[in-house]
Protein backbone atom coordinates (compact mmCIF):
# COMPACT_ATOMS: atom_id res chain seq x y z
CA UNK A 1 0.00 0.00 0.00
CA UNK A 2 1.26 3.31 -0.80
CA UNK A 3 0.98 6.25 1.20
CA UNK A 4 -0.29 9.38 -0.43
CA UNK A 5 1.31 12.56 0.39
CA UNK A 6 -0.90 15.49 0.35
CA UNK A 7 2.09 17.82 -0.34
CA UNK A 8 1.03 22.04 0.25
CA UNK A 9 3.53 24.10 -0.74
CA UNK A 10 4.14 27.58 1.34
CA UNK A 11 5.60 30.05 -0.32
CA UNK A 12 8.64 32.29 1.25
CA UNK A 13 5.24 34.92 1.36
CA UNK A 14 3.25 32.45 3.07
CA UNK A 15 5.82 31.41 5.77
CA UNK A 16 6.38 35.21 5.93
CA UNK A 17 2.63 36.02 7.20
CA UNK A 18 2.66 32.62 9.32
CA UNK A 19 5.76 33.90 11.32
CA UNK A 20 3.95 37.18 11.82
CA UNK A 21 0.61 35.73 12.90
CA UNK A 22 2.59 33.18 15.61
CA UNK A 23 4.38 36.31 16.49
CA UNK A 24 0.61 37.97 17.50
CA UNK A 25 -0.73 34.93 18.94
CA UNK A 26 2.55 34.96 21.65
CA UNK A 27 1.35 38.12 22.57
CA UNK A 28 -2.57 37.19 22.25
CA UNK A 29 -1.87 34.09 24.71
CA UNK A 30 -0.02 36.42 27.01
CA UNK A 31 -2.15 38.92 26.84
CA UNK A 32 -4.77 36.68 28.13
CA UNK A 33 -3.23 36.12 31.29
CA UNK A 34 -3.66 39.88 32.21
CA UNK A 35 -6.88 40.25 34.34
CA UNK A 36 -9.24 43.08 32.98
CA UNK A 37 -11.56 44.49 34.62
CA UNK A 38 -14.64 44.64 32.53
CA UNK A 39 -14.64 41.67 29.66
CA UNK A 40 -13.52 43.31 26.11
CA UNK A 41 -11.33 45.67 27.78
CA UNK A 42 -8.09 44.42 26.82
CA UNK A 43 -4.18 46.58 25.85
CA UNK A 44 -4.60 44.27 22.22
CA UNK A 45 -1.12 44.24 22.49
CA UNK A 46 -1.04 41.31 19.01
CA UNK A 47 -2.57 44.59 17.23
CA UNK A 48 1.31 46.04 17.60
CA UNK A 49 2.30 43.53 15.29
CA UNK A 50 -0.79 44.17 12.65
CA UNK A 51 0.39 47.84 12.44
CA UNK A 52 3.73 46.86 11.66
CA UNK A 53 3.02 44.53 9.23
CA UNK A 54 0.37 47.19 7.85
CA UNK A 55 3.17 49.71 7.30
CA UNK A 56 5.79 47.52 6.04
CA UNK A 57 3.88 44.88 3.77
CA UNK A 58 0.62 46.39 3.15
CA UNK A 59 -3.10 45.79 3.77
CA UNK A 60 -3.96 42.19 2.51
CA UNK A 61 -0.76 40.85 4.81
CA UNK A 62 -1.79 42.69 7.70
CA UNK A 63 -5.66 41.51 7.12
CA UNK A 64 -3.73 37.80 6.84
CA UNK A 65 -2.11 37.73 10.03
CA UNK A 66 -4.95 39.94 12.18
CA UNK A 67 -7.60 37.21 10.92
CA UNK A 68 -5.27 33.82 11.32
CA UNK A 69 -4.45 35.28 14.89
CA UNK A 70 -8.28 35.85 15.77
CA UNK A 71 -8.80 32.11 14.52
CA UNK A 72 -5.50 30.20 15.84
CA UNK A 73 -5.95 32.37 19.45
CA UNK A 74 -9.28 31.51 19.74
CA UNK A 75 -8.49 27.49 19.27
CA UNK A 76 -5.65 28.00 21.53
CA UNK A 77 -7.38 29.48 24.29
CA UNK A 78 -10.84 26.99 23.76
CA UNK A 79 -13.11 30.10 22.70
CA UNK A 80 -13.09 28.88 19.18
CA UNK A 81 -17.17 29.86 18.09
CA UNK A 82 -17.68 31.09 20.85
CA UNK A 83 -19.30 34.73 22.10
CA UNK A 84 -16.41 35.78 22.43
CA UNK A 85 -14.46 34.76 19.02
CA UNK A 86 -17.20 36.08 17.64
CA UNK A 87 -16.57 39.60 19.33
CA UNK A 88 -12.95 39.40 18.16
CA UNK A 89 -13.97 38.54 14.92
CA UNK A 90 -15.84 41.53 14.63
CA UNK A 91 -13.74 43.65 16.29
CA UNK A 92 -10.85 42.93 14.09
CA UNK A 93 -13.42 42.57 10.93
CA UNK A 94 -13.86 46.38 11.37
CA UNK A 95 -10.82 47.30 12.06
CA UNK A 96 -9.25 45.99 9.13
CA UNK A 97 -11.70 48.02 7.09
CA UNK A 98 -11.33 51.12 9.09
CA UNK A 99 -7.57 50.58 7.95
CA UNK A 100 -8.38 49.67 4.68
CA UNK A 101 -9.68 53.32 4.54
CA UNK A 102 -7.03 55.00 6.98
CA UNK A 103 -3.92 53.54 4.83
CA UNK A 104 -4.78 56.02 2.39
CA UNK A 105 -4.27 59.29 4.32
CA UNK A 106 -0.93 60.99 3.72
CA UNK A 107 1.49 59.46 5.39
CA UNK A 108 3.59 62.94 5.98
CA UNK A 109 0.76 64.04 8.20
CA UNK A 110 -0.16 60.73 9.45
CA UNK A 111 1.55 58.15 10.82
CA UNK A 112 0.90 54.58 12.68
CA UNK A 113 -0.45 56.08 15.76
CA UNK A 114 -3.23 57.62 14.01
CA UNK A 115 -4.13 54.45 12.43
CA UNK A 116 -3.54 52.74 15.97
CA UNK A 117 -6.32 54.61 17.03
CA UNK A 118 -8.41 54.69 13.97
CA UNK A 119 -8.36 50.79 14.58
CA UNK A 120 -8.85 50.92 18.17
CA UNK A 121 -12.17 53.14 17.81
CA UNK A 122 -13.29 50.77 14.81
CA UNK A 123 -12.91 47.85 16.66
CA UNK A 124 -14.95 48.42 20.31
CA UNK A 125 -17.93 49.86 17.31
CA UNK A 126 -17.47 46.90 15.29
CA UNK A 127 -17.98 44.73 19.18
CA UNK A 128 -20.67 47.00 20.85
CA UNK A 129 -22.70 46.12 17.36
CA UNK A 130 -22.41 42.90 18.14
CA UNK A 131 -23.29 42.81 21.69
CA UNK A 132 -26.07 44.87 21.13
CA UNK A 133 -27.63 43.13 18.25
CA UNK A 134 -27.02 39.56 19.35
CA UNK A 135 -25.91 39.19 22.87
CA UNK A 136 -27.85 41.74 24.95
CA UNK A 137 -30.44 43.88 23.04
CA UNK A 138 -30.65 46.46 26.42
CA UNK A 139 -29.98 50.10 25.82
CA UNK A 140 -28.42 50.00 28.81
CA UNK A 141 -25.16 48.51 27.54
CA UNK A 142 -24.83 52.30 26.25
CA UNK A 143 -23.59 53.28 30.22
CA UNK A 144 -20.35 50.98 29.27
CA UNK A 145 -19.60 53.17 26.05
CA UNK A 146 -17.53 55.78 28.11
CA UNK A 147 -15.36 53.33 29.47
CA UNK A 148 -14.53 51.47 26.42
CA UNK A 149 -13.81 54.49 24.10
CA UNK A 150 -11.73 55.35 27.13
CA UNK A 151 -10.59 52.36 26.91
CA UNK A 152 -9.58 52.33 22.96
CA UNK A 153 -8.00 56.08 23.60
CA UNK A 154 -5.19 55.08 25.83
CA UNK A 155 -4.41 51.58 24.63
CA UNK A 156 -4.70 52.80 21.02
CA UNK A 157 -2.59 55.40 21.97
CA UNK A 158 0.50 52.99 23.50
CA UNK A 159 0.24 50.43 21.31
CA UNK A 160 0.52 52.71 17.98
CA UNK A 161 3.45 54.48 20.38
CA UNK A 162 5.34 50.76 20.77
CA UNK A 163 4.42 50.17 16.80
CA UNK A 164 6.31 53.61 15.95
CA UNK A 165 8.98 53.31 18.07
CA UNK A 166 9.66 49.78 16.87
CA UNK A 167 9.60 50.90 13.67
CA UNK A 168 11.86 54.16 14.19
CA UNK A 169 15.05 53.85 11.91
CA UNK A 170 16.71 56.74 13.72
CA UNK A 171 17.60 54.36 17.05
CA UNK A 172 19.28 50.99 16.19
CA UNK A 173 17.09 48.00 16.18
CA UNK A 174 17.58 45.43 18.41
CA UNK A 175 19.18 42.15 17.55
CA UNK A 176 17.13 39.28 16.05
CA UNK A 177 14.47 41.63 15.24
CA UNK A 178 11.61 38.90 13.70
CA UNK A 179 10.10 41.24 11.14
CA UNK B 1 24.83 54.24 21.95
CA UNK B 2 22.21 56.13 23.14
CA UNK B 3 21.56 56.63 26.94
CA UNK B 4 18.88 55.06 28.94
CA UNK B 5 16.99 58.11 29.38
CA UNK B 6 16.26 58.66 25.62
CA UNK B 7 16.04 54.80 25.20
CA UNK B 8 13.12 54.83 27.70
CA UNK B 9 11.51 57.87 27.32
CA UNK B 10 8.35 58.69 25.51
CA UNK B 11 9.27 58.88 21.66
CA UNK B 12 7.55 61.91 21.40
CA UNK B 13 9.51 63.10 17.93
CA UNK B 14 7.76 59.78 16.65
CA UNK B 15 4.34 61.24 16.84
CA UNK B 16 3.26 63.57 13.59
CA UNK B 17 0.65 66.53 13.43
CA UNK B 18 -1.95 64.43 11.95
CA UNK B 19 -1.58 62.15 15.13
CA UNK B 20 -2.05 64.55 16.91
CA UNK B 21 -5.28 65.78 15.53
CA UNK B 22 -6.97 62.00 15.49
CA UNK B 23 -5.91 62.04 19.02
CA UNK B 24 -7.76 65.16 19.64
CA UNK B 25 -11.26 63.96 18.06
CA UNK B 26 -11.23 60.97 19.77
CA UNK B 27 -10.30 62.68 23.33
CA UNK B 28 -13.05 64.75 21.83
CA UNK B 29 -15.08 62.28 20.94
CA UNK B 30 -15.06 60.28 24.72
CA UNK B 31 -15.58 63.23 26.32
CA UNK B 32 -18.58 64.46 24.72
CA UNK B 33 -19.78 60.21 24.54
CA UNK B 34 -18.91 60.22 28.74
CA UNK B 35 -20.94 63.55 28.98
CA UNK B 36 -24.10 62.78 27.20
CA UNK B 37 -24.32 59.08 28.52
CA UNK B 38 -23.34 59.74 32.19
CA UNK B 39 -25.05 63.20 32.85
CA UNK B 40 -28.54 64.00 32.54
CA UNK B 41 -30.87 62.67 29.96
CA UNK B 42 -30.86 59.20 30.58
CA UNK B 43 -33.50 58.50 33.92
CA UNK B 44 -32.85 56.02 36.62
CA UNK B 45 -36.11 56.14 38.57
CA UNK B 46 -39.98 56.16 37.88
CA UNK B 47 -42.05 57.71 40.46
CA UNK B 48 -45.75 56.49 39.92
CA UNK B 49 -48.40 58.50 41.67
CA UNK B 50 -52.07 57.94 42.56
CA UNK B 51 -54.03 60.23 43.85
CA UNK B 52 -51.04 62.93 44.90
CA UNK B 53 -49.53 60.60 46.69
CA UNK B 54 -46.36 58.42 45.57
CA UNK B 55 -47.80 54.65 45.09
CA UNK B 56 -44.25 53.33 44.19
CA UNK B 57 -40.81 54.02 43.21
CA UNK B 58 -39.64 51.82 40.65
CA UNK B 59 -35.74 51.20 39.07
CA UNK B 60 -35.95 51.42 35.08
CA UNK B 61 -33.26 48.92 35.17
CA UNK B 62 -35.78 46.02 35.07
CA UNK B 63 -38.94 45.34 33.02
CA UNK B 64 -42.37 44.99 34.83
CA UNK B 65 -45.76 45.69 34.41
CA UNK B 66 -47.73 47.72 37.21
CA UNK B 67 -51.35 47.71 38.00
CA UNK B 68 -52.24 50.96 40.02
CA UNK B 69 -55.71 51.45 41.71
CA UNK B 70 -57.19 55.10 40.77
CA UNK B 71 -60.59 56.32 41.58
CA UNK B 72 -62.11 55.18 37.83
CA UNK B 73 -60.01 51.87 37.98
CA UNK B 74 -56.63 49.99 36.79
CA UNK B 75 -53.99 52.13 35.54
CA UNK B 76 -51.48 49.31 33.86
CA UNK B 77 -48.07 50.95 33.88
CA UNK B 78 -45.08 49.30 31.90
CA UNK B 79 -41.17 49.84 32.10
CA UNK B 80 -39.06 48.42 29.80
CA UNK B 81 -35.85 48.59 28.59
CA UNK B 82 -35.40 51.81 30.60
CA UNK B 83 -38.90 53.44 29.50
CA UNK B 84 -41.73 53.70 31.00
CA UNK B 85 -45.50 54.43 29.49
CA UNK B 86 -49.09 53.68 30.75
CA UNK B 87 -50.27 50.77 28.83
CA UNK B 88 -53.73 51.24 29.74
CA UNK B 89 -56.01 53.59 31.00
CA UNK B 90 -59.59 54.31 32.17
CA UNK B 91 -59.84 58.29 31.68
CA UNK B 92 -62.09 59.26 28.76
CA UNK B 93 -59.63 60.77 26.86
CA UNK B 94 -56.48 58.70 26.97
CA UNK B 95 -53.83 61.17 26.71
CA UNK B 96 -51.72 59.77 28.76
CA UNK B 97 -51.52 56.53 27.23
CA UNK B 98 -51.09 58.10 23.56
CA UNK B 99 -48.08 60.28 25.10
CA UNK B 100 -46.17 56.89 24.23
CA UNK B 101 -42.79 56.09 25.79
CA UNK B 102 -41.06 58.18 28.43
CA UNK B 103 -37.53 58.28 28.25
CA UNK B 104 -35.58 60.85 30.02
CA UNK B 105 -36.08 62.38 33.33
CA UNK B 106 -38.14 64.73 33.36
CA UNK B 107 -40.65 63.66 31.44
CA UNK B 108 -44.02 62.77 33.10
CA UNK B 109 -47.53 61.33 31.96
CA UNK B 110 -50.65 61.93 33.66
CA UNK B 111 -53.89 60.25 33.53
CA UNK B 112 -55.67 63.31 35.40
CA UNK B 113 -59.65 61.50 36.07
CA UNK B 114 -58.11 58.51 37.28
CA UNK B 115 -55.27 60.25 38.91
CA UNK B 116 -52.22 58.45 38.22
CA UNK B 117 -49.29 59.89 37.34
CA UNK B 118 -45.68 58.21 35.95
CA UNK B 119 -42.67 60.60 36.38
CA UNK B 120 -39.19 59.42 35.22
CA UNK B 121 -36.53 61.23 37.48
CA UNK B 122 -32.50 60.49 37.12
CA UNK B 123 -28.88 62.35 37.43
CA UNK B 124 -30.63 66.10 36.23
CA UNK B 125 -33.92 67.22 35.22
CA UNK B 126 -34.62 68.40 32.33
CA UNK B 127 -36.75 71.45 31.79
CA UNK B 128 -40.08 71.85 30.94
CA UNK B 129 -43.23 74.33 30.80
CA UNK B 130 -43.81 72.84 33.94
CA UNK B 131 -40.95 73.97 36.72
CA UNK B 132 -39.01 75.69 33.96
Sequence with gaps: MTASIIKLTATAEDQHLARMAALALGLTVLEAAIPSPLPGVKPGLANIVTLIVLSRFGWRAAAWVSLLRVLAGSLLLGSFLTPGFFLSLAGAICSLLALALSQYLPSRWFGTISHSLIAAFAHIAGQLLIVYYWLIPHTGIAYLIPIFTCAALFFGSINGLIAAKFMDTSTPTPRGNPL | ?132
Excluded at chain 2, 21 to 37: D, Q
Excluded at chain 2, 78 to 104: E, F, M, T
Design chain 2, 1 to 132: MPSTAAKYSLPLHLIKRGDWLIFSCATLLTIWLALSIWNGGAADKAIIRSGGKIFRELPLSRDTIIEVNGPLGISKIAIHQRQARIISDPSPRQYCVRQGWLKNAGEISICLPNQVSVELIGGQKKYDSLNY
